[in-house]
C-alpha cells in the first residue's frame, strides 16, 4: 500500500530506554517504522509473519522491506533477517505490499509482492524459498520470470498492488486479485492462471466503486454458513459465503462485503453496494487498516491481523525510535444471521493473563464509577458483562439526524440518557482528567432497538498535538436483550475494544501523559439516568509477549 527512510539489529540498543507506549504484547518490529501486515501463513508447524518496514527510520521510507518474524502461537515471536528486500529492476523503488499461497501437493509457499519499479511504476512479482526444509523459510528467491503482472489498460501504473491470497477454481486455474484505480474510480482487478507464473487478466473489474479512488489491500475468501470454523481460501460450495474485502486508501478505513462468488463465471455478486456512510461493513471502526486473513489449517480457523497507526506527531515517532502496531490477531467467523462478520482475539493470548479480579452483582448507579483494582491497568484484559434495564425505556434516536460520531463527542458522553453511556475509563489518571471512555448507550427507533458503542478519546491526554479522534457505531439489538458484553484489550497505547461477543470492534490509539505505567487506573462507569448491574466483570494483568532474535542472525 501508499503512504502520504542504521542496521535493525546494529541500532536496537539505540531505542530510547523510557517507552511508556511501546506495548507489552502487540506486535512491534525492535525499531523503526512498520505499517501493512503480509503473507501470514502456517507452514512446518510455525507461523509466519511479514509485515512492511523501513529499517532506516521511523518513518515510511523510499525504499520498503518485507521484515519477517516467526512464532510458534502468534503471540510470541522471532525476529529474522528481512525476507525481501529491493535489488532488482522489477523492485528496485520498494517491495510493497502482498500474500502467501501454499500451493498443494507440493506445500510450497509462494509469494505474490508488489514492486515498485525502475520507472516507479507498480507490478507485480514473484518469490519462493530458497529452502523448504527450513521451517523458518529464512530465505526467498525472486522468481526469474519478474514481473508477472504489469498494470493493464484502465489501471494507473501508479495505483496497481497489494495482490491478496490466490485461490484455485474448479477448473483448476489459480485467482488472485489485485487493488487498483482509474481516476475516481476504484478497482479490484482479477488475474488467472494455470502454472501461478503466466497470468491474464479478466477485461472486466472483479469489483468497482465509483468515487472512491484506489482500493488497497483487497482480500476475498470463503466463510462457513453454519460453522464458526474457518475453511481454505478455495473452498467453494453451498456452505460458504464469501467475503471481499477492501482498504480504502481515501478513508483509510476497512470496509467489508459478503456475497455470492459464481466460480463459472467468475463473478462475486456483493449484498450491497458502498454507500460511504455508516451503514457500510467495517472489520473494526476506530484505528485499523490495510488487514490482511489466512487459514490457519492447524486449527481450523480464519486469522485477521491488521496494522494500527500513530495517532501521536511524526516528529515524536522519530524521538522514541519507533512507529507502528498489529493487532492482536483475530479469530474471524460469520454470525449467526449471516449479514456480518464476528472477530475475537486468538485464544493463545490468554496465556499472557496473569493476577486475575473479580466483581459480581455490583449495581451502577447513574452518575457512578467504581474502581478496578488489584490488576496492571496499564496492560490489561478486561471481560464486562452488563445487565441491562428495559429496553422499552430507552430514549428515542432519529437515525436520520444523528451521525454516530456525533454521538461519541464528549458532549454525549458526559450527558446523561436514559440508558448509558455506560462502561469502562481505560488508560485513566486516578483524578479520571485523563481516560479513554469506551461506551454503550441504548435506543429506540421508529421500528427497532439499537445500542451505540463509542470509544471517547477526546480526553485521553493532556498532551496537544495529538489526533484524539473518537469512533462510534449503531447496531441492532433485541427488544427482549437483557445483557450487553464488552471486552478490551489495553496494552499502554492502544485499547482493542470487543462489543456483544465480537459483533462490533473499536481499535484506538492513545498518549495519556498522567495515566503512565503505575499511574493508571480503570473505572467502570454508569452516567445513565437508569442504574446497570456488572452482572459479571473479570479481568487480569497481562504479561510480556517475547521478542526474540534468531540466533543465526549473529552467526552470519
Not at 501461478?196 to 472486466?204: G, I, K, M, P
Not at 466460480?263 to 453496494?273: A, L, R, S, T
Not at 484505528?287 to 490482511?292: D, T
Not at 454503550?440 to 451505540?452: A, E, G, Q
Request: with cysteine; net charge negative.
Amino acid at each position: 500500500m501508499e503512504i502520504n527512510s542504521d542496521n535493525l539489529n546494529s541500532t536496537m540498543n539505540k531505542v530510547p530506554q523510557k517507552q511508556p507506549y511501546r506495548t507489552w504484547y502487540h506486535f512491534q518490529p525492535p525499531k523503526h517504522w512498520m505499517n501493512d501486515p503480509n503473507a501470514p501463513m502456517y507452514y512446518k508447524g510455525v507461523y509466519h509473519f511479514f509485515y512492511q518496514h523501513n529499517p532506516h527510520a521511523a518513518t515510511f521510507g523510499e525504499k520498503m522491506v518485507w521484515a519477517h518474524s516467526v512464532s510458534y502461537d502468534l503471540i510470541n515471536w522471532i525476529h529474522l533477517n528481512h525476507a525481501i528486500e529491493p535489488s532488482e529492476p522489477f523492485d528496485l523503488n520498494s517491495c510493497w505490499s502482498g500474500s502467501a499461497t501454499i500451493i498443494p501437493g507440493k506445500e510450497q509457499p509462494v509469494i505474490l509482492y508488489s514492486g515498485i519499479d525502475d520507472k516507479k511504476h507498480q507490478v507485480q512479482n514473484i518469490a519462493t524459498p530458497k529452502n523448504l526444509s527450513d521451517p523458518f523459510l529464512r530465505e526467498w528467491v525472486k522468481h526469474p520470470q519478474n514481473p508477472v503482472m504489469t498494470p493493464p489498460i484502465g489501471v494507473e501504473v501508479d495505483n496497481f498492488r497489494d495482490p491478496s491470497t490466490a485461490w484455485q477454481g474448479k477448473d483448476g486455474k489459480w485467482r488472485v486479485v489485485i487493488g487498483a484505480q482509474n481516476g475516481d474510480e476504484g478497482k479490484v482487478v482479477l488475474y488467472q492462471s494455470e502454472d501461478f507464473a503466466n497470468w491474464t487478466v479478466e477485461l472486466n473489474p472483479f469489483f468497482a466503486s465509483d468515487n472512491t479512488g484506489v482500493c488497497e489491500c483487497p482480500d476475498f475468501f470463503p466463510v462457513s454458513i453454519n460453522s464458526t470454523n474457518g475453511v481454505d481460501t478455495s473452498v467453494q460450495n453451498q456452505s460458504v459465503r464469501h467475503v471481499l474485502k477492501i482498504s480504502y486508501y481515501r478513508r483509510n478505513q476497512d470496509y467489508y462485503f459478503l456475497g455470492k462468488y459464481d466460480n463459472g463465471d467468475g463473478n462475486f455478486i456483493p449484498d450491497v453496494k458502498f454507500i460511504g456512510t455508516s451503514l457500510d461493513l467495517r472489520f473494526d471502526y476506530g484505528k485499523f487498516y490495510a488487514s490482511k486473513s489466512f487459514f490457519d489449517h492447524a486449527k481450523s480457523r480464519r486469522i485477521l491481523w491488521a496494522w494500527v497507526d500513530e495517532c501521536d506527531t511524526r516528529d515524536h515517532g522519530i524521538e522514541k525510535g519507533w512507529a507502528g502496531l498489529q493487532c492482536i490477531p483475530r479469530q474471524v467467523w460469520l454470525d449467526e444471521s449471516g449479514n456480518r462478520l464476528m472477530q475475537w482475539p486468538i485464544e493463545e493470548v490468554e496465556k499472557l493473563r496473569e493476577k486475575q479480579i473479580s466483581i459480581k452483582g455490583e449495581k451502577l448507579v447513574g452518575g457512578s464509577t467504581l474502581e478496578v483494582s488489584g490488576i496492571t491497568a496499564s496492560q490489561a484484559d478486561v471481560e464486562v458483562l452488563f445487565e441491562l434495564p428495559e429496553v422499552e425505556n430507552a430514549e428515542f434516536l432519529d437515525e436520520s439526524e444523528v451521525d454516530p460520531h456525533l454521538l461519541c463527542s464528549e458532549e454525549y458522553v458526559s450527558r446523561s440518557g436514559i440508558i448509558g453511556p455506560f462502561g469502562l475509563f481505560a488508560l485513566a489518571s486516578e483524578d479520571q482528567t485523563e481516560h479513554t471512555a469506551i461506551f454503550f448507550r441504548i435506543y429506540k427507533t421508529s421500528n427497532r432497538y439499537v445500542c451505540f458503542m463509542c470509544s471517547d478519546q477526546s480526553r485521553s491526554s493532556l498532551r496537544e498535538n495529538l489526533d484524539k479522534s473518537s469512533y462510534g457505531t449503531i447496531f441492532d439489538i433485541d427488544p427482549n436483550q437483557k445483557t450487553i458484553s464488552l471486552r478490551s484489550l489495553i496494552d499502554r497505547s492502544i485499547i482493542e475494544s470487543f462489543g456483544e461477543k465480537g459483533k462490533i470492534c473499536i481499535t484506538s490509539r492513545v498518549y495519556p501523559s498522567l495515566a503512565i505505567d503505575k499511574d493508571v487506573h480503570l473505572f467502570a462507569f454508569n452516567n445513565g439516568r437508569q442504574s446497570v448491574v456488572i452482572s459479571e466483570l473479570n479481568a487480569w494483568s497481562m504479561k510480556h509477549a517475547e521478542f526474540d532474535q534468531d540466533q543465526s542472525i549473529y552467526q552470519q
